[in-house]
C-alpha cells in the first residue's frame, strides 16, 4: 500500500461527508441520487483499502457487488425521477410532499 | 514519498474537488460531468490499492453504464431552469449534521491504530482477477445469484415505473 491506510480512510470519509452534504442540501432528485453514488463510493473505496489492509480478497468481492446494487439502484431511481416529471412536472424533492400532514 | 504515494494523493484531492463540484453545480449536466471525473480518479486509487478488478468494474458500470443513465434522464427531464431553491438555514444545518457526522466518523477511525501493510500482497495469486473470481465463486457464490436476480428485478421494476401509462 503506498500510503498509511489511515489516509484512505480520510478521503472515504470525506466523499461520504460530501455526499451526506449533497442530500440534505439539493432538492434536484436527481442531483440527490448522484449524492447517494458518491456515498456508495466511498463505502466502496473503504472496503478496497481493508482488503489491502487484510490481506483479504473478501473486501474486493463485496466491491464488485455493491457496484451491481448500486447499478440497480440507480436505474429504480431514475425511473421514479421519471415517473415523478410525469406526474408533478418537477423534479424538485419538495415539490412532492402529498404524505406532509 | 514514492511516486505512487504522490499519485495517490493527486487522485484524492482530484476525487474530492470533483465530488465538491458535483454537489456544488446549479446545472445538474455538470454535476453529471463531476461525477465521472470523480469515479475515474477513485477508480485509480482503486489501481493504487491493487484492486484492479473493481477498477475494471468502476470504469466499465459507473463510468459507462451508470452515467449514460443520469445524462439520459437529464436530457429527457429537460428543465431548463437551474433555479433551485435553497434555504439558507436549512443549508447551515446539512453543513453542521454533514460536519458532526464526518466528526463522528473520525473518532472511530482515531480508536483503531493500523499499521501501513507492506510486502507483497496475496491477492495477487497470478493477477487480481483470478483470485477475485476465485472468492466469488467459492465463497460467494449465493450472494452472487442474489444480486442477478437483484439486478432482474430493479430491471423490471425500472421498466415498469419509466413506462408510459396506458391512456
Redesign the interface.
Known sequence: ???????????S??????????V?????A??I???I??MM?AA??NL??F???L?A??G??F???T??????????G??????M??NRDS??V?DVRLLKG | MSVAAIAFYLLAAFAVGAAVMVIRSASPIHSAIWLVMTFLSMAGLYLLLEAEFVAAVQVLVYAGGIMVLFLFVIMLVNLNDVSERRIRLHTALSGGLALALAALILRVYGRGRLETATGASSLRVGGNLEAVGQSMFKNALLPFEIVSVLLLVAMIGAIVLARQPRT
Open positions: 500500500m503506498p500510503v498509511p491506510p489511515g489516509h484512505v480512510l480520510i478521503v470519509l470525506l466523499l461520504f461527508a460530501i455526499g451526506v452534504l449533497g440534505l442540501t439539493r432538492r434536484n436527481i442531483v441520487l448522484m449524492s453514488e458518491l463510493n466502496n473505496l478496497i483499502a482488503s489491502r489492509q490481506n480478497i473478501s474486493q468481492v466491491a464488485v457487488f457496484i451491481a446494487v448500486a447499478a440497480g439502484e440507480v436505474a429504480v431514475l425511473a421514479v425521477v421519471l415517473a416529471f410525469r423534479i424538485y419538495d
